[in-house]
């Protein structure tokens, strides 16, 4: 078998070129024409048609499959990963999907809520039982960096 061919006739080959060329992503050729993506892959390759990578994700985003636009197409709610826009960062804070491609800490969204306004610049929240995923109304505290460095300072002497 020679190098380019797709286990499939000239035909099948003029049909995969020409729908790649009017724009189709690979996975969307791949898909109209009943191949795999691979195969796709070689055949786009060994012609020389292939898209610089720039292009291809430039070309996705405006037809709204990635980046901003994604949002729209439903990418996250789709996929099989989407846990509903909640997940436990790596220190331990749980961020929660705001919208805008942005997460936000839980305990932040709490206290704003509480408060019924936004945090002012150099208000923190403190949690009192020090378990960071624990965002209940009662375990939180809003106060000023200088109180929440008292606050532990206190903390530490009463663990002594």
Request: glycine content about 10%.
């Amino acid at each position: 078998m020679k190098k380019g061919s797709c286990l499939c006739g000239d035909a099948k080959r003029r049909q995969v070129i020409a729908a790649y060329k009017s724009g189709m992503s690979l996975a969307e050729t791949a898909e109209e024409c009943g191949l795999k993506q691979t195969q796709v892959w070689n055949l786009i390759r060994y012609r020389k048609i292939a898209r610089p990578r720039a292009l291809a994700v430039r070309m996705a985003a405006k037809r709204g499959r990635m980046g901003r636009n994604a949002r729209e197409y439903g990418l996250r709610e789709k996929s099989p990963r989407w846990n509903g826009g909640r997940f436990v960062n790596a220190r331990g804070y749980i961020e929660i999907y705001t919208g805008g491609g942005g997460y936000r800490p839980e305990h932040r969204l709490v206290a704003e809520k509480m408060l019924g306004r936004p945090l002012r610049k150099g208000e923190v929240v403190h949690h009192k039982n020090e378990i960071r995923s624990d965002n209940r109304r009662c375990n939180l505290a809003v106060m000023t960096i200088a109180q929440h460095l008292k606050e532990h300072a206190r903390m530490r002497r009463s663990k002594k």
